[in-house]
């Protein structure tokens, strides 16, 4: 595939998250014919299955974003050992209405990074579970475990060690990979 749209998800919406730095990081690092665009889950109101005869408009616009990507790369922190709430109130939204899930057969890759030895292992077992079930083929190696340093990425997503950047390079190359491969797979597959 000469030319990919990969969306990605933040996790987190706060404004000093080290996973949006990250994303900023994976942007910059984009290879050639791969152009990364965020799909924004903040202002997503909490999921209740009375919204789903008349789905807001901004959930709306969430799921066909999802529908008009390629792929979709999602960056996680770790709250108490799992996916941070409003992570999963915006998968809920993606699932729904029953039978209209926009992650079916979706090539989807998981990444985070924390202070932490392990980093976000824990949240992406998690997430990858609910991927699971949401039918949306994932990444499997690289698995995108970074443990943040200060500095490590600044605010316009340079990444300031070599070894950081080569490995992020690779895991972009490896879900390009992916998102190859199913783009070659006959929708009625």
Same mark, same amino acid.
């Given at each position: 595939m000469s030319d990919r749209t990969i969306g990605y998800i933040v996790g987190s919406i706060s404004s000093t998250s080290i996973n949006r730095r990250l994303a900023k990081a994976l942007e910059r690092l984009a290879p050639a014919g791969t152009t990364l665009v965020e799909i924004p889950i903040k202002d997503l109101p909490f999921y209740s299955p009375d919204h789903d005869a008349d789905y807001p408009a901004v959930a709306t616009e969430f799921? $066909?974003?999802?529908?008009? &990507?390629?792929?979709?790369?999602? &960056? +996680?922190?770790?709250?108490?050992?799992?996916?941070?709430? &409003?992570?999963?109130n915006a998968l809920d939204w993606a699932a729904r209405p029953w039978g209209q899930?926009?992650?079916? *057969?979706?090539? +989807?890759?998981?990444? *985070?990074?924390?202070?932490?030895?392990?980093?976000?292992?824990?949240?992406?077992?998690?997430?990858? #579970?609910?991927?699971?079930?949401? $039918?949306a083929p994932t990444l499997g190696q690289p698995e995108g475990y970074v443990q943040? +340093?200060?500095?490590?990425? +600044?605010? #316009?997503?340079?990444?300031? $060690?070599?070894?950081?950047?080569?490995?992020?390079?690779?895991?972009?190359?490896?879900?390009?990979a992916l998102v190859d491969r199913y783009a070659r797979v006959p929708a009625s597959a």
């Open positions: 799921k $066909n974003a999802i529908d008009e &990507v390629d792929g979709v790369i999602i &960056v +996680t922190p770790e709250y108490s050992r799992s996916i941070p709430g &409003v992570l999963k899930g926009s992650f079916d *057969g979706k090539p +989807t890759a998981v990444i *985070g990074t924390s202070q932490g030895g392990i980093a976000t292992a824990a949240a992406q077992q998690h997430l990858k #579970a609910i991927l699971s079930h949401y $039918n943040s +340093t200060p500095g490590l990425f +600044t605010d #316009a997503g340079e990444v300031t $060690n070599d070894q950081t950047a080569e490995f992020l390079v690779s895991y972009l190359e490896a879900f390009g």
